[in-house]
């Protein structure tokens, strides 16, 4: 990534902590655009992302297939603070060297993946509670070369669903075309919960 990976996360992390501060109780069983996942359910994978990844940045080795819930009392103050952790572990420039050794990546690499859930699952997250959110131009910018590069394997893994087909003209005008980009890479429709 051109721009180093704590400044990307710093621009990004608030939108995504206002979006999840704005997650109503009654709105933790809606659908997302995750189809295996209603509101609570990624809101528990992205508070273990952000936990995880400040343990990668100082390429220590995580756990994956644990699924805690993080939901209990204060969980959005907690978000938001361990979301500050995350920005602060990525802050040193020694995270970005070498191999992660759980990972098996470049650690630009691994900081980028942070990046993207933080920056995708905000929008997941707005869209499924119907709230604004615009994501941090920069952090989008910098996404495009990391998902075209991780695309193949993370479709073949089934972390990223087939692009769908993109409409013609363009459904979505509110959309940054950046935005409505990344998230057709990722396997988005951007016009969730519509059908094209």
């Not at 990534?1 to 069983?29: F, I, Y």
């Not at 699924?67 to 802050?91: I, M, N, Q, Y």
């Not at 707005?126 to 604004?132: D, F, S």
Request: hydrophobic fraction near 40%.
């Amino acid at each position: 990534m051109s721009t180093q990976t704590s400044e990307l996360l710093a621009a990004a992390a608030p939108r995504t902590v206002d979006v999840v501060r704005g997650v109503s109780d009654d709105q933790l069983d809606l659908p997302t655009p995750c189809s295996d996942y209603l509101v609570r359910d990624l809101l528990n994978h992205l508070f273990q992302v952000v936990v995880n990844f400040q343990d990668l940045a100082e390429k220590r080795q995580v756990e994956w297939a644990e699924k805690p819930d993080h939901l209990g009392d204060g969980w959005r103050d907690r978000f938001e603070a361990e979301t500050g952790r995350l920005v602060a572990a990525w802050s040193d420039p020694s995270t970005l060297e070498g191999v992660s050794p759980g990972m098996g990546m470049p650690q630009p690499v691994i900081g980028g993946m942070a990046l993207l859930d933080l920056t995708v699952h905000g929008w997941d997250l707005a869209v499924a509670t119907g709230q604004p959110y615009q994501p941090a131009p920069e952090a989008v910018a910098e996404l495009h070369a990391l998902v075209e590069q991780l695309g193949p394997t993370a479709r073949k893994m089934g972390v990223f669903a087939d692009p769908p087909p993109t409409p013609t003209p363009d459904p979505t005008p509110d959309l940054a075309p950046n935005l409505a980009h990344l998230l057709t890479q990722t396997g988005r429709t951007p016009t969730w919960p519509q059908t094209p």
